[in-house]
């Protein structure tokens, strides 16, 4: 029993530490114009992110700046958000 609540009281300590070492998600900054994200983020790629499914297409492809609901971002924020490139 003491190995057993030794062993939980652990594993309650590392999930706590791991969920305050965590930083907070930042709200991904997004922009109705590419010269808006420009001026956002002028050292980074410009991407439109498809915000519905979290996949961004860049300069040149197909759905750049053709998709509903979609927006432009910097594409450093978008993959700290999470969201991927399409393929």
């Known amino acids: 029993m003491r190995a057993i609540s030794g062993a939980l009281i652990g594993y309650f300590a590392l999930a706590s530490a791991a969920s305050v070492a965590s930083p907070p998600d930042a709200p991904l900054s997004t922009f109705p114009s590419e010269k808006e994200a420009r001026e956002h983020c002028?050292?980074?790629?410009?991407?439109?992110?498809?915000?519905?499914?979290?996949?961004?297409?860049?300069?040149?492809?197909?759905?750049?700046?053709?998709?509903?609901?979609?927006?432009?971002?910097?594409?450093?924020?978008?993959?700290?958000?999470?969201?991927?490139?399409g393929k």
Do not use: Q
Request: with cysteine; proline share 2%.
């Open 42 to 85: 002028p050292k980074d790629t410009i991407v439109w992110l498809n915000r519905s499914i979290g996949t961004y297409h860049y300069r040149g492809e197909r759905w750049y700046g053709n998709t509903n609901g979609g927006a432009y971002v910097c594409r450093g924020d978008a993959d700290k958000a999470g969201d991927r490139a």
